[in-house]
């Protein structure tokens, strides 16, 4: 496949705007996946900030990045994305969302459309100038469709002037795959 899956071209977008000494953002901690990922690339000057509402994510993804010895490049908080701004004030090179539920625990806890949008609008304002930030969709699950419109919306509303702000989809896949928006800072305000 020539083609690259929406979730190998969303580690591609991190790849290519994150380097080492970097301040990043896992918005959706999770199980951890993007957080080793993003641990990774910051290397030792670097720090990945990562959140999610959920203990047994904040415990999981701690557990993930002591496993690979690199507990020190990240500090994960247990609070909603939508308080960002109450923990990084330095500027960020990328960020990361992972939109809907954490595989395998409950599925009635889910990003939501205000606090989503909320975060985005408080990392766009942190974001250095070539910064991405990725979203991945979910919208197969009850509430993904809502949330998925109204992030659209949002997003679609940037000023081009200041974002570009891009779609990376597959159209004729079955059972409502993922996509990828992706937004990069070209001017600061
Ligand atoms: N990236 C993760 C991984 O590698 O396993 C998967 C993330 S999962 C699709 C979505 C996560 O968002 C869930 O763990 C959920 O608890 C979390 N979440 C829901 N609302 C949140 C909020 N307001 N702030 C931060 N995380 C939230």
């Not at 496949?1 to 000494?21: C, E």
């Not at 641990?39 to 990945?48: C, E, F, R, Y």
């Amino acid at each position: 496949m020539k083609l690259q899956r929406v979730l190998q071209y969303a580690q591609h977008l991190l790849i290519s705007s994150v380097t080492n000494g970097d301040t990043v953002i896992d918005a959706t901690a999770g199980n951890g996946h993007d957080t080793l990922f993003l641990a990774n690339l910051v290397g030792d000057q670097g720090q990945v900030f990562a959140f999610d509402v959920q203990q047994q994510a904040v415990e999981a993804t701690t557990n993930r990045l002591t496993e690979a010895n690199l507990g020190h490049r990240a500090t994960v908080i247990l609070d909603g994305h939508e308080n960002i701004s109450k923990y990084i004030s330095t500027p960020v090179a990328a960020a990361i969302f992972n939109l809907g539920y954490l595989p395998g625990s409950d599925h009635a806890i889910i990003t939501k459309p205000n606090t989503t949008i909320q975060a985005i609008e408080s990392i766009l304002a942190l974001l250095k100038v070539e910064g991405i930030v990725v979203l991945v969709i979910y919208h197969g699950h009850e509430g993904g469709k809502t949330e998925r419109d109204e992030v659209i919306n949002y997003v679609s509303t940037l000023p081009q002037k200041y974002f570009h702000v891009l779609q990376y989809q597959f159209l004729n896949q079955k059972n409502d795959p993922p996509f990828v928006i992706a937004i990069e800072k070209v001017k600061e305000k």
